[in-house]
């Protein structure tokens, strides 16, 4: 692979306050992204050996998924000590190596907090099952009586979101059964009460412990969940993510939360910075944890949910810009990340067959996946050229599809169990990267891989795609170069043109156009354009064909 030296990439501004308004941010899932110790699964020190690839690659910053201390039931959003680091990933030592490195080569390291929960193994929940009902030990966490005769009923009717009821009954100290304890996702992540003081400032401490070991901010996860409404009522037929008030999803207090929480990123120097996984499905609510006193960023989840449909990819970002300006807020942009499944894969469905982002919504229809790829370099393009900040989810580079095969007995998603082995979930997307070589393990490590690669990973190897000019890879790295060079990319607005139905045309202050071609016939360039980059060919005459983008100089 090309050294970073021949790429004349320019160097990022380490004191830039407002780095993040236009970043580029790479999405590490540590567990599957390279393994440094041999064991099958990745670490701080495979991750350390890849810096010299990000940076090659072009991106301003690494966001890496939970590296804490963890049972990994729910791959490491069950942590057990926010304020260490899990052994399969390295020590505290290594993480500190990393940052500097990180820092050193001119990219910034985000890192996640899981405030809605812990894990069961977490000191914590251990007090609160050995203290017994009305202890201060179990205040910390969402405990309650049953309903019925013997309270052998759930508290309400709130159901987790990997299947099954949100409720579990504990065996008191003195053996008899006993109270119920909450939680939203698995069974292992006993949701916490942030009702209670102490858990508040234990955060705080978190977030200051990562904070001065000099990391630059932190994804929040599941960021709309923490405050319960009060008396934990049913939930009925509210169902997730639709609009209206719900108990569990997105409550006004929450907001007070992260005005803490800024009031202390606030106080280093450059200040650190937020973004949140926020599953909120009206605009105007979703925009107001970007208030100026809350959180920096959110990933939008609009934009990564419209179908790839001229009218529908419009009306997203154009939802998302007005939005943001309100209250003056520089969007996101995903494409995939380790929640859904990997979007060549959804690309390569019929835009109308109405595929959710599951890998499960997706099992039975058509795919094309050369298509898919073809449309995936276009998307590259369009996210890179609208304003405001994008994310990589490790693979999109390599243009990887979903594995969509892996046996059942490899499945590791807690949504596979919870789902009584219905719903495979999300492992499709997880599977350890392929670096090099033609068979397994891909330069992944020297280990067996966690999750078995395919055979067919050979053609996506970052080694072979680097040496193929007209690769994915060499997109997103002229892609994300230009980007660094070009003013007019990052933050700042955006103006419609007149494009044909089915084709976007958006033009960035001064002097760059996009052409997005979705679904039309070959589009004529502007007059007097000059191309700077496409994701694939042109037509003989010159015309941008159907799934093609293209970035354009206009003088
Ligand atoms: C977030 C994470 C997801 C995890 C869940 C519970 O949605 O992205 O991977 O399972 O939270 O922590």
Not at 211 to 220: A, K, L, Q, S, T
Not at 383 to 393: D, E, H, N, R, S
């Amino acid at each position: 692979m090309a050294a970073p030296a021949d790429r004349n990439l320019p160097v990022n501004d380490p004191d830039d306050a407002s780095w993040w308004r236009s970043a580029v941010i790479y999405q590490v899932y540590i567990r599957s992204f390279a393994d440094g110790n041999g064991d099958g699964v990745g670490d701080i020190a495979g991750l350390r050996d890849r810096l010299p690839y990000l940076a090659d690659l072009g991106v301003d910053a690494v966001w890496i998924n939970p590296w804490y201390p963890s049972p990994l039931v729910d791959a490491g959003y069950d942590v057990s000590d926010y304020r260490a680091i899990e052994p399969r990933f390295g020590t505290l030592a290594d993480a500190e190596a990393l940052i500097a490195d990180a820092h050193e080569r001119g990219m910034r390291i985000i890192l996640d907090v899981v405030p809605n929960h812990t894990s069961s193994a977490h000191v914590w929940f251990g007090e609160a099952l050995r203290a017994g009902p009305g202890s201060p030990e179990r205040d910390r966490y969402v405990f309650r009586p049953g309903r019925g005769p013997g309270g052998d009923e759930p508290p309400n009717d709130w159901k987790a979101m990997f299947g099954g009821g949100a409720w579990t009954r504990v065996t008191e100290p003195d053996g008899t059964p006993g109270e119920w304890y909450l939680h939203l996702f698995d069974v292992e992540q006993p949701d916490l009460n942030w009702e209670n003081p102490e858990v508040r400032a234990d955060f705080e401490q978190t977030l200051r412990f990562w904070f001065d070991r000099g990391i630059d901010g932190f994804r929040i996860d599941v960021a709309n969940s923490l405050i319960k409404e009060t008396g934990l009522p049913d939930v009925g037929t509210r169902r997730n993510h639709e609009p209206g008030p719900h108990p569990h999803w997105d409550r006004d207090e929450v907001h007070d939360v992260y005005r803490d929480w800024r009031r202390i990123a606030d106080t280093y120097d450059p200040p650190r910075v937020f973004v949140a996984e926020a599953w909120v499905p009206e605009a105007d609510r979703f925009a107001r944890y970007l208030r100026a006193d809350e959180l920096h960023t959110a990933f939008n989840f609009d934009f990564l949910q419209a179908a790839w449909l001229a009218p529908a990819l419009r009306e997203s970002v154009t939802r998302t810009l007005r939005e943001h300006a309100v209250v003056g807020a520089p969007p996101t942009w995903v494409l995939s990340n380790h929640d859904v499944a990997r979007h060549v894969s959804r690309l390569a469905r019929d835009p109308d067959a109405g595929i959710g982002t599951s890998l499960d919504s997706m099992l039975g229809t058509v795919a094309d996946l050369e298509l898919g790829l073809r449309r995936a370099r276009a998307a590259a393009l369009l996210i890179f050229a609208l304003p405001g900040g994008a994310y990589v989810y490790q693979g999109d580079e390599l243009g990887l599809p979903e594995v969509e095969d892996l046996p059942p007995d490899v499945l590791d998603d807690p949504t596979w169990r919870r789902s009584g082995h219905t719903e495979r979930g999300r492992d499709g997307c997880r599977v350890p990267i392929p670096w090099s070589g033609d068979a397994p393990p891909f330069g992944f490590g020297e280990g067996e891989p966690w999750l078995p690669q395919p055979e067919w990973f050979a053609e996506h190897t970052a080694e072979a795609l680097a040496k193929d000019p007209d690769s994915i890879l060499n997109l997103y790295r002229s892609a994300l170069r230009l980007r660094r060079e070009n003013p007019a990319l990052g933050d700042g607005p955006l103006t419609w043109l007149d494009a044909p139905e089915g084709a976007l045309a958006f033009a960035r202050d001064r002097g760059f156009v996009l052409v997005l071609n979705v679904s039309a016939e070959p589009l004529p360039l502007p007059a007097g354009a000059e191309i700077i980059l496409a994701s694939g060919p042109l037509t003989e005459d010159a015309r941008v064909p159907a799934d093609t983008a293209v970035w354009l100089a206009a003088h």
